[in-house]
Antibody, heavy 118, light 107 residues
Framework: EVQLVQSGAEVKKPGESLKISCKGS????????IGWVRQMPGKGLEWMGI????????RYSPSFQGQVTISADKSISTAYLQWSSLKASDTAMYYC???????????WGQGTTVTVSS | SYELTQPPSVSVSPGQTARITCSAD??????AYWYQQKPGQAPVLVIY???ERPSGIPERFSGSSSGTTVTLTISGVQAEDEADYYC??????????FGTGTKVTVL
């Protein structure tokens, strides 16, 4: 079964760092892009960026460039989304998704809730 | 920046047809994709490349494209179709973008 499994919910304080993960299984992890999507409470989906684990080619939405870092470790079929200094406004659900060039985002992780509060 | 505009809400009675539009603010328009998201769940792909339906998605879901507008049609709406729907495409530089989202309410 093709699936993406994300790391668990996080509660952090402003200024702290964080790295969440997305582990792929059931397919060739290095052959598909992985995208990250933010959904703030009660709001819509926002495209953050994508990475190609095969060569770590990474592209960011202009809205998120410089705010987060996307990376991947192909040896363990895992993509990451990280922050160096969290803000309260980073409180959201974060999804990873497999980006299939023919089918769009065809497989989604279950989401990781990030809460940033003092 | 490239924007995709959807109506905030659509209401439809069971068995009727719901149509959700997604309008791009500029050309060229690349393929569009549609995702269904139910409360507390991750999104699910329901239409890809404007009008193709993934396996496992009911035939009542269809997509079409005209100019810079794409449309998701749900024929014979069922109660289980109540959800938020998002279109998604990309701008000329390849940056992906989601539409503003439409809440479908089944009366």
């Amino acid at each position: 079964e093709v699936q993406l499994v994300q790391s668990g919910a996080e509660v952090k304080k402003p200024g702290e760092s964080l790295k969440i993960s997305c582990k792929g299984s059931g397919y060739s992890f290095t052959s598909y892009w992985i995208g990250w999507v933010r959904q703030m409470p009660g709001k819509g989906l926002e495209w953050m960026g994508i990475i190609y684990p095969g060569d770590s080619d990474t592209r960011y939405s202009p809205s998120f460039q410089g705010q987060v870092t996307i990376s991947a470790d192909k040896s363990i079929s895992t993509a990451y989304l990280q922050w160096s200094s969290l803000k309260a406004s980073d409180t959201a659900m974060y999804y990873c998704a497999r980006v299939n060039s023919n089918y769009g985002m065809d497989v989604w992780g279950q989401g990781t809730t990030v809460t940033v509060s003092s | 920046s490239y924007e995709l505009t959807q109506p905030p809400s659509v209401s439809v009675s069971p068995g009727q047809t719901a149509r959700i539009t997604c309008s791009a603010d500029a050309l060229p328009k690349q393929y569009a994709y549609w995702y269904q998201q139910k409360p507390g769940q991750a999104p699910v792909l329901v239409i890809y490349k404007d009008s193709e339906r993934p396996s496992g998605i009911p035939e009542r879901f269809s997509g079409s494209s005209s100019g810079t507008t794409v449309t998701l049609t749900i024929s014979g709406v069922q109660a289980e179709d109540e959800a938020d729907y998002y279109c998604q495409s990309a701008d000329s530089s390849g940056t992906y973008v989601f539409g503003t989202g439409t809440k479908v309410t089944v009366l």
